[in-house]
């Protein structure tokens, strides 16, 4: 499909996949709704929960997404944006072999230029909201979702610019801000907010706490897996089980895969050290990591050839054909 200059299209799928097109489009769907190449132009693709997933091709770029909201285009110079208005999406690179998770409310772009992807940035979905793709078109199921995103991100950006109890701990702690504050003094900041919330509440500390400081992020997982709760039934705080008996997976799967959206190019450190601290929750936190994409945001490693000494080197014999045969070789004649 070709759209023209100030047109737009709508395509809904009977699973109720909802593809929009915005103008100077070029389209091709494969396989129903599971396959889309973006060529040109913009998409915004929404893919309702347990439906199944759908791979968008974007160039050299290729988004996996389930259950997700996602707008995309791609301009004329080869430069792909990528936002995320609910859910999640694997994004790959696949000639560099490089894999990360965008998460809702973020926002990559991929410039063929640098050939490498970055860590994704928050979006303005404010802004995004006036996409013609969404204001032009009727109320997407996945509108509340949506909603709930922009309330996560006011949240987290209050938590990151001082006006929340993180702020506030980190000023108890002896720091005037979070960006100030000596890993000793945010970790026990952190701590003395892990150790009086909530399993859902820890993880969107955690989250923030990395967005925040993403030089402590495995330090940050380390402290959500193996705070001591506070109960009120006991006055010894101090109490703290064997780690990996207090949580479950679906905790640890919570804490693990905040930060890791946070901060995606950390995320082998972040699993690493989540691994070292708490060793009996290792099948979760592999599990975590897993979950939707691959851990690591990086090149492959490089094959490294070792540069031959030359006092050291010995040819291998050459044998000429003029060369006569040893008296080992002619015994057996």
């Known amino acids: 499909m070709q759209t023209g200059t100030q047109s737009r299209s709508e395509l809904t799928f009977k699973d109720q996949t909802i593809t929009r097109l915005g103008e100077k489009t070029i389209f091709s769907v494969g396989e129903g709704a599971r396959t889309i190449d973006l060529g040109s132009g913009q998409v915004l693709l929404y893919v309702p929960k347990k439906s199944g997933g759908a791979k968008v091709k974007m160039g050299p770029v290729t988004a996996a997404i389930t259950g997700t909201t996602i707008l995309a285009s791609v301009d004329p110079s080869g430069v792909t944006t990528f936002i995320v208005l609910e859910g999640g999406a694997c994004i790959y690179l696949d000639r560099v072999g490089q894999s990360l998770f965008v998460g809702a409310g973020q926002k990559l772009t991929f410039d063929p230029v640098a050939n490498r992807l970055e860590d994704p940035v928050n ?20 509108a509340p979702l949506i909603e709930q995103t922009i309330q996560n991100q006011h949240r987290s950006a209050g938590w990151a610019n001082g006006n929340d109890a993180l702020a506030r701990a980190v000023r ?3 720091a005037s801000s979070v960006e100030t504050a000596t890993p000793e003094q945010f970790l026990r900041a952190l701590n003395s907010l ?45 109490f703290k089980q064997p780690v990996g008996k207090e949580l479950s997976c ?3 799967d919570c804490i693990i895969r905040a930060a890791i959206a946070a901060h995606p190019s950390a995320a ?20 975590a990591a897993a979950q939707p994409c691959p851990v690591a945001n990086a090149f492959p490693q490089p094959r490294i050839i070792t540069t031959l000494n030359p006092s050291n080197f ?20």
């Open 123 to 142: 979006a303005d979905l404010n802004q995004v909201l006036t996409s013609p793709l969404i204001k032009d078109f009727r109320r997407l199921p996945s």
């Open 268 to 287: 082998r450190e972040i699993v690493d050290a989540a691994i070292a601290a708490a060793p009996l929750l290792r099948d979760c936190i592999v599990a």
């Open 314 to 333: 010995v040819p291998p014999p050459v044998v000429s054909p003029e060369q006569p045969p040893s008296s080992s070789s002619s015994s057996g004649d």
């Open 172 to 174: 108890v702690a002896g």
């Open 194 to 238: 892990f150790v009086r919330s909530t399993a859902q509440e820890i993880c969107e500390y955690v989250g923030a706490a990395v967005r925040a400081r993403p030089d402590l992020a495995p330090r940050i997982v380390v402290a959500a897996l193996t705070v001591s709760r506070v109960s009120p039934r006991t006055d010894f705080k101090d």
């Open 250 to 252: 679906e905790q640890v």
